[in-house]
């Protein structure tokens, strides 16, 4: 079965530096991987994909992310973080080919402190 | 363009009463997705309807159940409402094989 990981519960940056939020997967077949973030009492909103092409994806609010296929990650980063990135992200993987169900890490709480 | 609409956003229930859950999704959407977050599990995959038919379904109880109507709109119900059904429950609206946009939830608490 399709999975990914989360290794941190918690990410603590300073306003300004960089910032990278984990994910790790773990599929059958082709990975089609996720990044959204959560704000209190909202949905999830969509950051961006990876399906195939560029290792390097870029998304919304100045976020990218790396595939790494030699090493089954997925991290999300942004070169300079701001206090308003301050939220939950979850990475996410499609069940298989096809398929709209999504398998979600448990979550990053990401905090940038000014 | 309009979102993932739910509604309602907030409900309090009685245990073992039923409730119903509504999701309107993106226009030309026809695919939905239903999911359950609580602090303890997380993000858990309820069940997809497709052109009114279910295509997958998660590992809950048949309590919980749903059904798509012929304009894509999505219901879920939950009957004999538990404690541990409180949490927050998202709707989901795709396009093919493109991303899932979410709706803003429905915050379900069960006294």
Redesign the interface.
């Known amino acids: 079965a399709q999975s990914v990981a989360q290794p941190e519960d918690q990410v603590n940056v300073a306003e300004g530096n960089p910032l990278t939020v984990k994910c790790t997967y773990s599929v059958s077949g082709n990975p089609y991987l996720?990044w959204?973030v959560q704000y209190p009492?909202?949905?999830?909103?969509?950051l961006l994909?990876y399906?195939t092409g560029d290792n390097l994806v870029k998304g919304s609010y100045g976020f990218e992310a790396e595939f790494n296929k030699s090493q089954t990650s997925f991290h999300l980063k942004k070169p300079s973080a701001l206090v308003s990135d301050s939220a939950l992200y979850?990475c996410a993987v499609r069940?298989y080919e096809?398929?709209?169900?999504?398998?979600?890490?448990?979550?990053t709480r990401l905090t940038i402190n000014p | 363009k309009a979102g993932?609409t739910?509604t309602p956003r907030y409900l309090i229930k009685t245990r073992g009463q039923q409730v119903t859950l509504s999701c309107s999704p993106i226009s030309g959407h026809r695919?939905v997705?239903w999911?359950q977050q609580t602090p303890g599990q997380?993000?858990q995959?309820l069940f997809?309807y497709?052109s009114e038919t279910q295509?997958?379904k998660?590992n809950f109880p048949g309590r919980f159940s749903g059904r798509q109507f012929s304009n894509s709109r999505s219901e879920m119900n939950v009957s004999t409402l538990e404690l541990g059904d409180s949490a927050l429950y998202?709707c989901?609206s795709?396009l093919g094989?493109g991303?899932?946009?979410?709706?803003?939830?429905t915050?379900l608490t069960v006294v």
Request: hydrophobic share 40%; net charge positive; proline share 0%.
């Open positions: 996720f959204y009492n909202r949905g999830l909103q969509f994909k399906i979850f069940d096809g398929a709209q169900k999504l398998v979600f890490g448990q979550g | 993932v739910q695919s997705s999911y997380g993000l995959f997809e497709f295509r997958n998660g998202l989901a795709s094989a991303e899932a946009f979410f709706g803003q939830g915050r």
